[in-house]
């Protein structure tokens, strides 16, 4: 059974349902003889990977549809041994390097080098060069993204890399000025309200107007997350009524309570616990940055409008330190602990008012 | 036979009295000058000595006299009797009723396992206890450098090949256990403090060797292993497991640093030695004051301070060192804490114990003006941890949260372990991660204005590991591999909806 998110995903750019004008310039570039490294950045559930994807159907022809699974191993200079599980055609290889934690630059390197060494078996029938597609870039250490930058350079005859990034504040202005950045921009909520209806055309429902744009609205205009959800609610109640409920995510509710928590009591036992929480939701795999966003949304929505200038300020410098950082929870901690000092000294402050 | 090189080596000479005088004389000084470190340089000249002879395993006469040609103070003050030992009496008393005990039963278990920190005189106790009791130690010492012409022998073919370690280890523990000096027929002691490496990787195999030889063994046989803080090192942790001590009646006896009052009174000996060996021409007599600080630095190891002694004596003799004692004695802090600054071990301490000192800060008040000052520096305890700075401050991020009351304290602590992170991420400075480790440390020690009380557990690291195998298990299953999905994209977006979809 496959998931509606890979069974109704467009496989040809010219199927896509937005940003028609990028996608027609992604088939001139392909037809073009030469190609450059590319960078597709944008948020979670734009549609990066779809993209890089049906470019490479483009490229190659429908030969990249056959993927196959491998497991590469890699030997640091420590003699340790990473596993990576990588997901490859014939023309193309794509990889999550950061997967590897702090041993990502070995792997970079020697899967570059690994693909580059080998040419295509057919040139003339063929492009000349393979694709290595390195998805999430940004979270690589700065070493592993110094030692791409050479790597990019050195193997450009015989490979071109594709990089899939959320954010390019992160990635080093060295990769940058190398790649042809292209922006995928989230979907508005009336292209996604207008494709999942169409998703649910495709499965012979109907979906309601109503509880479609609620979907896109909860959804955060995240296309994958929203057909994720049109699923799930399928499945809990089957003709859709515009009404229905929609499940919540379970981290997002998780979230949502370590905020409370925070909230209501505000002493070093309590920010222990709440350590606890982080540690749980950084464990599951949620990303830090994502954690961070959600639960200033939540304190701001609780606090009193005097401090949430204070917090947000106290957010953008713990959220700072945590993108040059490398252990988020402690950053992630001393925003809590800064908060939970400017709520209860508001809090002290309004008690002492109230008595006068 | 002493002064004469000869040409060959008897078989009998088990005495290492075949080297010359001058060449003795000469290793004696270069080793003592050289290394601080290293304790005894009878074991290394024997080494030496016997590296063209085939005998791997040496007889110590225990008959050590005064030898005034050595410049080794340790070796020239050796204690001549169970008196002289800084050792407590007691531990002392338990060496020796185990050689007795063994004499009277020997079903009782041969095998003696000493341990302690380095500079505790568990080799001199051993060495003394054999005199008084006439036994002729045979200790095992590791050949180093193998003389292939000497040390080859022929298989069958006629081929010549190299002994190894292992079987002339046990080679030694069945020969030398049996078989006496034909010169005189004192009973003998074994000594191993020299341990195989190979014994570090093959557990097994030690394990067996202890088996045969607590079966045949016909003397006691001690061995001694120092103390480290690394575990992996440790020999009585590895070598000698609780089953292991269990199963061959291993007794074990732990020595402990020596104390202040032991080592002074060392130190008192050594000094009157001094001064009637006539050493008082090149040595002058030290104040009480250095003796103190001697004994301060050396942190209970009686050869650092004996070394120390030895070199802070020498000093003052020459026109130089007079002025290098007074900046010695410039650097010395006021009160106890008069240390050497350039001299000395340096006063390692655990991981625990400086996280104690870290989360528990302690005060002392002057008392003239009243102001409080921090008694464990901050940098030093920083720097203490530089060779792993990162581990440490895990540690105490860990742990300090629950130090505190009050919250806006732990926010000020927060914040300066968040700085200190992001310096220690720094890769292009060695400096720059000193700073955030003392950061880091300073941080929550000063802040602290109001300590939880009460004793509060330690904690260890968080372990910190995403659940990747079940990740790939689960997408395995619903055949999802077409498009890879990364586990933060499955733990934000796939996760709850797939577990919906899927019931």
């Known amino acids: 059974m496959a998931l509606w998110v890979d069974k109704h995903r467009p496989r040809e750019l010219s199927k896509l349902d937005y940003h028609k004008e990028q996608a027609q310039h992604l088939i001139n570039l392909s037809q073009q003889g030469d190609f450059p490294h590319l960078m597709f950045y944008g948020p979670s559930g734009a549609g990066k990977k779809t993209r890089i994807m049906c470019l490479l159907r483009e490229l190659y022809g429908t030969g990249v549809e056959r993927l196959r699974n491998e497991t590469m191993t890699f030997t640091t200079p420590s003699n340790r041994k990473i596993e990576i599980m990588t997901v490859g055609s014939n023309y193309h290889l794509e990889v999550n390097p950061s997967d590897a934690g702090i041993h990502d630059r070995v792997v970079v390197v020697d899967l570059v080098k690994h693909v580059a060494q080998t040419h295509q078996l057919d040139p003339t029938g063929q492009r000349e060069f393979k694709v290595i597609v390195l998805s999430e870039v940004d979270e690589l250490t700065k070493d592993a993204q110094h030692a791409l930058r050479r790597t990019m350079e050195k193997y450009v005859a015989t490979c071109r890399i594709i990089l899939c990034v959320n954010s390019t504040s992160r990635v080093i202005p060295a990769i940058r000025s190398r790649c042809l950045g292209i922006r995928v921009a989230a979907p508005t909520i009336d292209e996604i309200v207008g494709i999942l209806s169409a998703t649910c055309k495709k499965e012979s429902l109907t979906l309601p107007n109503e509880l479609a744009v609620q979907i896109a609205h909860k959804s955060e205009r995240n296309l994958r997350r929203a057909i994720l959800m049109v699923e799930a609610c399928k499945v809990q109640q089957c003709p859709f009524t515009s009404n229905q409920s929609i499940a919540d995510l379970d981290w997002q509710v998780f979230l949502k309570e370590t905020a409370n928590q925070i909230i209501l009591e505000q002493s070093p036992a309590k920010l222990e616990k709440v350590r606890e929480r982080l540690y749980e939701l950084l464990s599951q795999g949620v990303p830090p940055d994502v954690i961070f966003k959600g639960l200033v949304e939540n304190l701001v929505r609780n606090c009193d409008i005097t401090i949430k200038a204070e917090t947000v300020k106290l957010a953008c410098l713990y959220e700072h330190r945590m993108q040059q950082g490398n252990k988020h929870i402690f950053h992630l901690e001393a925003f809590v602990a800064n908060f939970m000092a400017v709520y209860k000294k508001f809090m002290n402050d309004a008690l002492m008012l109230d008595e006068f | ?503």
């Open chain 2, 1 to 503: 036979m002493s002064g004469k090189q000869k040409w060959f080596t008897s078989i009998f000479e088990n005495d290492d009295g075949d080297l010359p005088v001058q060449k003795k004389q000469r290793l004696n000084r270069s080793y003592s000058q050289n290394s601080v470190k290293s304790k005894d340089s009878t074991s290394l000249l024997q080494c030496r000595s016997l590296s063209g002879t085939t005998s791997t395993f040496v007889d110590k006469s225990p008959a050590n006299s005064v030898n005034s040609s050595t410049s080794n103070w340790c070796e020239k003050f050796s204690p001549q009797s169970v008196d002289d030992l800084a050792v407590h009496t007691k531990k002392i008393e338990e060496v020796r009723e185990w050689i007795m005990k063994w004499e009277v039963n020997k079903d009782n278990g041969c095998i003696l396992l000493l341990t302690g920190p380095p500079g505790s005189g568990k080799t001199a106790t051993v060495r003394l206890i054999a005199k008084e009791l006439n036994y002729d130690i045979s200790e095992w010492i590791v050949p180093i450098d193998i003389d292939l012409n000497f040390n080859s022998r022929f298989d069958d073919n006629g081929n010549t090949y190299t002994e190894k370690q292992l079987d002339k280890f046990c080679d030694f523990l069945y020969r030398s256990s049996r078989y006496v000096s034909v010169f005189n027929q004192r009973k003998r002691l074994l000594l191993v403090e020299d341990f195989p490496n190979i014994f570090l990787k093959d557990t097994e195999k030690f394990n067996e060797l202890l088996g045969n030889y607590s079966a045949y063994g016909k003397s006691p046989l001690i061995f001694i292993v120092t103390d480290t803080k690394n575990r992996k090192l440790d020999i009585s942790y590895n070598l000698f497991g609780d089953a292991v001590v269990e199963s061959h009646k291993i007794t074990k006896i732990s020595f402990n640093a020596a104390s202040t009052s032991l080592i002074k009174k060392c130190l008192k000996r050594v000094m009157s030695m001094m001064s009637s060996s006539g050493l008082t021409a090149s040595y002058k007599h030290p104040s009480t004051e250095l003796v103190e600080s001697i004994i301060f630095t050396s942190n209970g190891d009686i050869r650092n301070a004996i070394i120390n002694l030895h070199f802070a004596t020498q000093k003052n003799c020459t026109s130089l060192g007079v002025e290098a004692v007074q900046t010695t004695s410039k650097a010395k802090g006021t009160k106890k804490s008069n240390k050497f600054r350039s001299l000395g071990c340096d006063d390692s301490i655990t991981f625990m114990h400086a996280l104690g000192r870290v989360l528990n800060p302690k005060y002392a008040e002057t008392p003239a003006n009243g102001i409080k000052t921090l008694q464990h520096s901050p940098e030093q305890l920083a720097s203490d941890f530089m060779s792993q700075p990162s581990k440490f401050l895990s540690l105490l991020h860990t742990n300090y949260v629950c130090h505190y009351q009050d919250i806006d304290d732990v926010l000020s602590a927060a914040d300066s372990m968040s700085r200190s992170e992001l310096f220690l991420n720094e890769w292009r400075d060695e400096s720059v991660s000193e700073i955030g480790l003392t950061l880091a440390v300073r941080g929550v020690m000063v802040s602290n204005k109001n300590p939880a009380p009460g004793w509060i557990p330690v904690k260890g690291q968080k372990k910190f590991n995403e659940n990747k195998t079940t990740f790939s298990d689960q997408l395995a299953k619903l055949g999802l591999s077409s498009h890879s999905v990364t586990s933060n994209v499955w733990a934000s977006d796939y996760r709850t909806f797939v577990n919906i979809i899927k019931k």
